[in-house]
């Protein structure tokens, strides 16, 4: 203890008090730091973090608007809303994105295609904390199986969303077109604001056109939320405007009609009402299940779709481009008659052909051995081709151009559907400026006879029977008939088809009347015991060019190089109700394989369906 | 008998030698410091019960810390400080044993092992929490005896004191536990008067291994640490996150703050750990600038009232302890006040007093009762 004795404790005290002043000094000192440090978060830098706080916990929802329903004239609903239940996964909530669908994987099915697309849609602009869909329509039992699973799965939802549903399937596809999950491109395309909560966009047909009546706008809720991303509660809300309700002219009893008379032949049948352009029927065979494209179709399903000889998902009716063939005759007479070329007494001798002056080549009739003496009444209801030569030559390119241009050959005249075609209708400049050659005068036979280059789409055929059925009143095509049940106005359409004499039209109607009722008429068996009066023309159109005196032999030929039959033909003649255009690949001839549909189509919709309890009745509410 | 004679033959004759015998001298408690301590635990568990999402549960267990943690410091404070002296070298080889066991049996919380379970009872110790008295006490203990300012021998001595406890801490690993423990013994050592050279050649020490540190000691999650608190918008989500949401809290309150039991930030879940380390954020989003400035000058009363005690203390080991306990209560307010608003980085360090948790409270009233101890035990001779 001998360090004890010399300690000075006074010293040391002295020591302590110089050391303890310094300390309170430090103190004080880091003290004001703090003091500092906090007065320029909560003071000069105040407005910062209250900006920075009221963006955490506020978050702008939007709402999807319901997208709008889709009914038939007579109210059958086309295009329904189904609530389902998607599994859907939420990447800032989940540790491990692939980790986690391993898991899943485990509990239910989910293919590569589901993957596939999730990681693509996981790709796009999202906002953080959004969820995604990685499997759509969820069984009740697979719910279960996730539900039972829960804890494991961090970041895993099962989210309720309604999802569109067609229930006729097939029946209208080509009509309604169907919705599908909404693409980069599309987003750019319409605004995004709008589109913030909305995943599925109309890809064609009906859905497409109608896209912005049909989605709606988009409305918002204010919510605070956790770090979480919970909505913890609704501050503010703008409700959503749900899409227009929207009904449109077609006829689901003729629609299934028209299917069930071409009979799993692929063709395509257009009817339309001539007295408003609505279109009572769109048919295209073979079709599919739009159902199958809404939430994604697997890769799979979709090959074989696309890969079918039989094409399913082309269009015909809108986007078939087919040579007319006799069907245009009927305007063909009327452009005659009106630019004098021919009158109701000019008669032509046909020997079963036509030759040009200076020319070898004979243009054959489809009856080898000829008509005999022919005028217009006789030539459109026995389709005689030789009469029609004739006056093709005399008339010339520029006339039937001129009169088939104003029945709307050549030009889409669909008001509310966007991917129909043009067709095409011949001109000297259009075949200047396509094959780079004058126009022959071989040229205006074939078009007198709707081969060669003419081309026109079911729907083009249609639309000019409708005209020719109101006596040269143009009336626009359309589908749309009612939005939000307010009836939808008239639309523009082109001018009317104006003759020199009115009664032109009645001699073409009368000699329509024939091909249907007329003893030597192409589709008398078609025209038969009928209750009312109909109008039609019958038409082929070659698939293939037939040789210099070859002998068309139908049965030899391969069944698809078979010729398309055509039909035109509207009902009643006094008061036309429905105007149709139909057509059967590789039918063979007009009269054997598209009048018959149409005879059909004009029972359904003029007599009504043959009672039998309980069947048609139960389909219309 | 004797001493009970003296007292009838003297009536009142102790009281000319002593203070009155007050509630406060029975019981060996220093009023102001007292009153200070009361106010700030009743305040901070207001503030908790915020921060613990309006958990009652939560606050009634603090309350039952603090009421444990004070009955500590009431049995403490009627210990003569010389008994603390006595006991130092006992205390601290009991704790260096417990930390040593601790890394070889400790068990995990959190990815480190901190906890050393007690076979047979249910009890589980944290020996690091133990040391932070046990290291000033004994740094205190050994320069007391010796010639002041130290001579660099015992300075030498007393570094090994330190920083032994202090690298098994280090090592479990627990930094902020560790630069607690090392601050405290190196508060001793300044109040015992280590020279100008010796403080300043120690910071440049520092300086040098920091470095070395950086390699060799430091783990991964640490240096992501000290990255964070560099730039805390490198890593938003993750990382950076709790420190962004932090000073995001304490920038929202203003000057008046949001209202108790008002604060976004905290009761949306974005605040982290509202309830332990990050609890001055709650208090600054909801009671504002103001909040702060209470809260700081009340802590500022508390350690101005400690080095006051210091000062007085009656012999060198008193007031080395006693010194270095109310820095080191300092470095904790100093620490996390600043690591939670962003001048210091993220290090596991409580808001002293506030923050929810048992085993700090206990280890802080202990010190407090050490601090009363010592200034309710003096004699009216200076040794």
Known sequence: ??????????????????????????????????????????????????????????????????????????????????????????????????????????????????????RKRMGQRRRPYESVTLKSRLTEEEIARIAVN????????????????????????????????????ELKQVDPSNYSGTQYYGKLGVERHYESLLHGSVGYQTVETDARGRVLRVLDRVAPTPGADISIYLDVNLQRAAIEALDGRRGAVVAIEPSTGGILALVSTPSFDPNLFVTGIDSATYKALQDSPDIPLFNRALRGQYPPGSTIKPFLGLAGLDTETINVNSRVWDPGWYQLKNDDRKYRDWKRS????????????????????????????????????????????????????????????????????????????????????????????????????????????????????????????????????????????????????????????????????????TGTAQVIGIKQNAVYDAEAIAERHRDHALFVGFAPVDNPKIAVAVLVENGGGGSGAAAPVARKMFDAYLVGPKLEPGQMQAASP | MKSSDFVRQLPGGEAHFSRPRTLASILHIDVPLFTLLLTLVLGGLFVLYSGSEKSMPDVARQGIHFAVASSLMLILARFDPQVFRRWAPWVFFLGLAGLVAVLVFGSDAKGAQRWLKIPGV??????????????????????????????????????????????????????????????????????????LRWILGCLAGVAALAPAMWFFVMHDYQKQRVLTFLDPESDPLRTGWNIIQSKTAIGSGGFGGKGWLEGTQSHLDFLPESHTDFIIAVLAEEFGYIGVACILTLYMMIIG??????????????????????????????????????????????????????????????????????????????R
């Not at chain 1, 004890?4 to 008090?17: N, S």
């Not at chain 1, 309720?160 to 491109?185: C, F, K, M, N, Q």
């Not at chain 2, 570094?159 to 902020?176: E, H, M, W, Y």
């Open chain 1, 1 to 118: 203890m001998a360090s004890r004795e010399l300690k000075d404790h006074f010293r040391e005290q002295r020591i302590f008090f110089h050391r303890a002043i310094w300390a309170a000094l430090g103190v004080i000192a880091l003290s004001i730091a703090l003091f500092a440090r906090y007065y320029y978060l909560q003071i000069s830098q105040h407005e910062v973090y209250k900006t920075l706080s009221d963006r955490n916990r506020m978050q702008l929802q939007s709402i999807t608007p319901t997208r709008g329903l889709i009914y038939d004239r007579s109210g059958v609903l086309l295009a329904d809303n189904q609530p389902t239940f998607s599994l859907t996964l939420v990447k800032e909530r989940t540790k491990d994105v692939d980790a986690t669908i391993a898991e899943l994987q485990d509990i239910l099915e989910i293919t590569d295609d589901d993957v596939e697309s999730f």
């Open chain 1, 150 to 185: 829960r804890h494991l799965l961090a970041g895993v939802e099962v989210e309720a969303e309604l999802i569109r549903y067609y229930p006729l399937g097939d029946t209208l596809a080509h009509v309604l077109g169907y919705v599908g999950r909404i693409s980069e491109r």
């Open chain 1, 370 to 537: 000829g008509h005999g003496w022919v005028d217009l009444n006789a030539s459109i209801e026995q389709s005689c081709d030789v009469f029609f030569y004739d006056m093709a030559f005399k008339m010339g390119v520029d006339n039937m151009y001129a009169y088939m241009a104003q029945f709307g050959f050549g030009e889409q005249m669909v008001y509310d559907i966007d991917e129909a075609q043009d067709g095409i209708l011949p001109s000297r400049e259009w075949k200047r400026a396509a094959r780079r050659l004058p126009w022959f005068p071989g040229d205006s036979l074939n078009m007198g006879i709707g081969q060669g280059f003419m081309l026109s789409t079911p729907m083009q055929l249609a639309t000019a029977t409708a005209v020719l059925a109101n006596r040269g009143k143009w009336v626009r095509p359309r589908l749309i008939k009612t939005i939000n049940e307010s009836e939808v106005a008239d639309i523009e359409s082109p001018p009317d088809v104006t003759l020199k004499q009115e009664w032109y039209w009645n001699y073409v109607i009368k000699a329509m009347e024939g091909v249907m009722h007329g003893r030597h008429g192409t589709a008398r068996s078609s025209g038969k015991d009928s209750s009312y009066k109909m109008a039609g023309k």
């Open chain 2, 122 to 195: 249910n009890v589980r110790v944290q020996p690091s929490e133990f040391m932070k008295l046990a290291v000033p006490m004994m740094v205190a203990w050994y320069l007391s005896d010796r010639i002041l300012p130290p001579s660099f021998k015992h300075i030498i001595g007393a570094l090994i004191i330190i920083f032994v406890p202090a690298a098994l801490i280090a090592k479990q690993p627990d930094l902020g536990t560790a630069i607690l423990i090392a601050a405290s013994g190196v508060f001793v050592l300044l109040f015992a008067g280590l020279g």
């Open chain 2, 305 to 382: 009232r400690g080095l006051y005690i210091a000062a007085n203390g009656q012999d060198t080991f008193s007031r080395l302890l006693a010194g270095s306990l109310i820095m080191t209560f300092f470095v904790y307010v100093f620490v996390n006040m600043g690591m939670v608003s962003g001048i210091l980085p993220v290090v596991g360090v409580p808001l002293p007093l506030v923050s929810y948790g048992g085993t700090s409270v206990l280890t802080l009233m202990a010190s407090f009762g050490i601090l009363m101890s010592i200034h309710t035990h003096k004699k009216m001779l200076s």
